[in-house]
Nanobody, 123 residues
Framework: QVQLVESGGGSVQAGGSLTLSCAAS????????MGWYRQAQGNECHLVAS???????HYEDAAKGRFTLSQDNAKNTVYLQMSSLEPEDTGLYYC?????????????????WGQGTQVTVSS
């Protein structure tokens, strides 16, 4: 059974940084893409960043230049480094493991989800 456990969320002031981690068990990253979603209060989840099995990455426009997604295959962990955080980055961040063997870009590309970790950015 695939389990994804996020950590690293917290409260920071605008301009600060956080690194989110997602530890996977029951699966490996070989041939599987991963992603990070954000759900702001009252809003739908949307894709913030994703990485394909070949290491290719995708970022939403607001994340480009500020967020970096990486993975450590030996630790079966994927990271989202976030810098220059803004209040608009506030939300519940979910890690997701894809069902597809290419860069996952849509909700239907993902099969497994973590419980989420809260990020709150104050102005």
């Amino acid at each position: 059974q695939v389990q994804l456990v996020e950590s690293g969320g917290g409260s920071v002031q605008a301009g600060g940084s956080l690194t989110l981690s997602c530890a996977a068990s029951g699966t490996t990253f070989d041939g599987r893409g991963m992603g990070w979603y954000r759900q702001a209060q009252g809003n739908e989840c949307h894709l913030v960043a994703s990485i394909g099995p070949d290491g290719s990455t995708h970022y939403e426009d607001a994340a480009k230049g500020r967020f970096t997604l990486s993975q450590d295959n030996a630790k079966n962990t994927v990271y989202l480094q976030m810098s220059s955080l803004e209040p608009e980055d506030t939300g519940l961040y979910y890690c997701a493991a894809a069902r597809v063997c290419f860069l996952p870009l849509t909700n239907s590309d993902y099969a497994f989800w973590g419980q989420g970790t809260q990020v709150t950015v104050s102005s």
